[in-house]
C-alpha cells in the first residue's frame, strides 16, 4: 500500500506565528525521501494553512505524485488548470470546519463537479471523490467521470467501540471491492495513524493512503523523517 503525506499542518504551524517557517515545501521532499509516493495540500478559500505560493513551488519539487486538495469552485478550478498537479481531490468545503468533516454530497453538487471535472480533463489531470462509505456512491462518481474515489474513514477513525469499528471497517472493505470492480481506482484517508491503520493492509483494493495530521504531530516527537519511515514500514510490511 502507498503512503501519500499531507503536508497542511506543516502550514498550520506557520501561519500559527505568520511566520516563514516550518515551510511545508521543504517538508515535501523530506517525505519523499523517506519513502512517501505522494504529496498532498488542501488549497482551503481562506488560505488558513497552505497558500498559492506553497501550491506553485510543491508543482515545481514534487516528484512523485502532486495531489491538490480543493472545493470544487471556479477559483479553485483556474488554479489547478493553471498549476496542473497530477491529481486533484475534491472535497467539500466548511469555512467552520477544523478538517473536511465528511464526504462529497454527489447528488447536491452534480452539475458542479461534472463541470469541475470535464475543465481538469482537458488539462490531464486525474480527479478523485473524497466520499463517505456509501455504496449508492459508486455509480454517483462514475455518472459524473470521477477516476478515483477517496474513502473517508473519519468515522471509523473517529469511534473506539470495536463494533462500531468493525461495522464501519465492512462499509470501507465492500465499497473498495465494489468500486474498484466497476473500474475505479480507490484510496482511502482521514483520522489514520500509527495504531488504527492496520485493518487496512487486509485490503487490497486500497492502493494508497493520504495521511496528514498523526505524520505531522508524531514528526513533533520523531522528526518528519523518522515519522514518514515509520508509517511506510507499516505499511510496506503488508
Ligand atoms: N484525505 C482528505 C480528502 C482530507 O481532507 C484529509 C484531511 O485534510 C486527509 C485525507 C488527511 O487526514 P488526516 O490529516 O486526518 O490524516
Redesign the pocket.
Known sequence: MKL?V?I??VATLREARGEIEPDPVIAAGICELAGAEGI?C?LREDRRHINDRDVKLLREVVKTKFDL?MAATDEMVKIACDVIPDLV?L?PEGRNEL??EGGLNITATKSKLEKAIEILHSKNILV?L?LDPDPDNIDKALEVGADII?I???KY?NTFVEKDQIIELSKIASLAQMATEMGLIV???????YYNIFPFLNMKEIRE????????SRAVYTGLQKAVEDMVNILRND
Open positions: 501519500s499531507n497542511d499542518h498532498v488542501h486538495e481531490t472535497v478538517t473536511t478523485s473524497f477517496e473517508h474513514t473519519g477513525s484510496t482511502a484517508g482521514h483520522g489514520l495513524n493512503v493520504s495521511i496528514g495530521h498523526s505524520i505531522i
